[in-house]
């Protein structure tokens, strides 16, 4: 049960739109619509940003999105904001036996 | 207001034993699945395992199964994560979530786990000699 596959770093100036990709598998995020995403600033606890691959909990900018294309998930960020550097994981329902998985996360840096 | 407050900073010997706590508040305890999340130093986010308060069902990830016991007190709105014999490899912060769950019927349940919605503010453990 290996972790989800997230790129180490991502980086965009304020304004501009990044995508953060979380590759998967056909045992996770190709087999369900459990994909979530959470942004963690240094030093404080993570917090949902999406949850069942595109949906926004109260509260969260509509700047984030959610997608999914067979084993891999994205989260999309526009109008990027000094605030949004953070980093960011992704995670999944990976059935019965391993539950749940984590990507490694992206650190987002906003130049 | 939904709330999840963790015990405080704990530093212990290796071989040593340890509980620490995830008190709820503003929400009905028993009825939502509780995990537990460990995050090594300088490293990314790691899903332990989780419990149902209502009827203590426990679920572990196969990385962490027989490495911690999941308890939960639905009387006192709290749920545990404990170690029998502490390793300094056991040194990080762990953090407990309410998690956002489906079910589908089949022979029994079958439980999908789609989000954590409340975070508690994270325990630090320190393993050292």
């Known amino acids: 049960q290996s972790a989800l596959t997230q790129p180490a770093s991502v980086s965009g100036s304020p304004g501009q739109s990044i995508t953060i990709s979380c590759i998967g598998t056909s045992s996770d995020v190709g087999s369900y619509n459990f994909v979530s995403w959470y942004q963690q600033h240094p030093g404080k606890a993570p917090k949902l940003m999406i949850y069942?691959?595109?949906k926004r909990p109260s509260g969260v900018s509509n700047r984030f999105s959610g997608s999914k294309s067979g084993n891999t998930a994205s989260l999309t960020i526009s109008g990027l904001q000094a605030e949004d550097e953070a980093n960011y994981y992704c995670c999944s329902y990976a059935g019965s036996s391993t539950l749940v998985l984590f990507g490694g996360g992206t650190k987002l840096t906003v130049l | 207001e939904v709330q999840l407050v963790q015990s405080g900073a704990e530093v212990k010997k290796p071989g040593e034993s340890l509980k620490i706590s995830c008190k709820g508040s503003?929400?009905?305890?028993?009825?939502?699945?509780i995990g537990w999340v460990r995050q090594m130093p300088g490293k990314g986010l790691e899903w332990m395992g989780i419990?149902?308060?209502?009827?203590?069902?426990?679920r572990y990830s196969p990385s962490f199964q027989g490495q911690v016991t999941i308890s939960a007190d639905k009387s006192i709105s709290t749920a545990y994560l404990q170690w029998s014999s502490l390793k300094a490899s056991d040194t990080a912060m762990y953090y407990c979530a309410r998690h956002m769950t489906t079910v589908t019927w089949g022979l029994g349940p079958n439980y999908y786990y789609y989000g954590m919605d409340f975070w508690g503010q994270g325990t630090t453990v320190t393993v050292s000699s």
């Open positions: 419990i149902y308060p209502g009827d203590s069902d426990t």
């Open positions: 069942e691959v595109s």
């Open positions: 503003g929400y009905s305890f028993s009825s939502y699945w």
